[in-house]
């Protein structure tokens, strides 16, 4: 059996997530699944390196499987873009060792979650990003993330309640960015935010709570060294809200 | 009649352009009458500085009109706002004076044309940008682009054969810029180049036929000098190849 790592991007607006569910075709496993079947007539499990939630995005995911081909991976990247919806693509993919997989084997991920900060309605990225009108203070929301940073125990900040598993992370970097784009200074009204999150691995909801966190200290209804607080309560009603799933975009995973 | 100044976004994609047709309501125009015969009650006509295509997107369009309101500006943006579809948005609006009209007072507007130079499919801006596969020469474009820019007959660049107004303009700058993003140096793949053209005025397809002239002289299939002759030509059929509205957008309109 041939072993093929991919590199995928999707737009998650009208998915229900990676992870393929027996009452919906519409997962991003499920597509990649079905396409597989009907290119080499087996039945093919694509492992992708982690679960995206319904509505996320992706803009390196990445994703292998074992299959008996005889194409090339050039060949089986350009059936598969052919018959995906234009919302997924391959944009590389290779022949790789047969033991390589791309959850147990993946050393760090990066999500991006965007926040436009505007008063005004946006068009053209309101699929990509989460409006916050109130004023941010980046200097706060960067002291705060200071706090996250390291290898700690993010049980306060996961939905998930009844996993036993171990809720302990290391997150490597946590970069806040103003964004500056010639457009956006034409018209003058739209500053975009951008916190960029690389860990060993996140949680349930993690990157999404912890950037609701963040928006409050930016919003001055919690001061900076209240995120230490939240993280040692272990608790999850101590931590933010959970912003919404269209502005997060897993960016790249690292082996 | 007090008269109202907008500055409009859009995302051309699903409209059939900017002027209001008879037979289908599906323009930015139409709709932006028919939510102000219903917040006034009267039949309002909305003045655009000018039409945009079928396809094609505002960043900033502007647009007036008269109407008999007690409504101030701020109330009148709320309430378009709440009722526009989410691909049209009001991103300012001011009372003028009541001779103001916001195409014969326009000096000037600026377009972009996005292009994205990648071999992958591209999901996220693929409403926005026009994907050219062929490695560009940005030299020779530019250097092809300064023949362009000055007041000139513009007539081979034109699709509108049967008009007999006038079909000179003054571009006054045409930027090439390739754009460097971190999201793509992350994972290498894609380059966008962006064309920004300046001017007084643009006939009926200018900027697409400037355009994809421009990207054969970037793929070599023609030398930057061969643009003069075109121009001198008066013939469309010597221009180059007419480009996919999505990737145009109106940024601008001076005053």
Redesign the interface.
Known sequence: MRNFKM?L???GTRFKGWQKQENTDNTIQGKMEALLFRMTGQRVEVQGSGRTDAGV?A??QVANFHADTKMSAEEIMRYM?DY?P???????IKEVAERFHSRLNARGK?Y?YRVLNTQ?????D?R?VHVVGEELDIDAMKSAAEYLVGTHDFKAFTSNKRSRKSTVRTIETIRIEKVESA?ME??G?QDEIRFWYSGNGFLYHMVRIMTGTLLEVGMHKRRPEEVAEVLASMCRENAGELVPAKGLTL??VRY
Chains 1, 2 share one sequence.
């Open positions: 590199t991007q999707y737009e995005h803009f390196g873009n995906l234009e919302d997924i693509a391959v944009i590389s990066t991006c005004v309605p946006h068009v053209f309101r990509y457009s034409l018209l009204v960016m790249e």
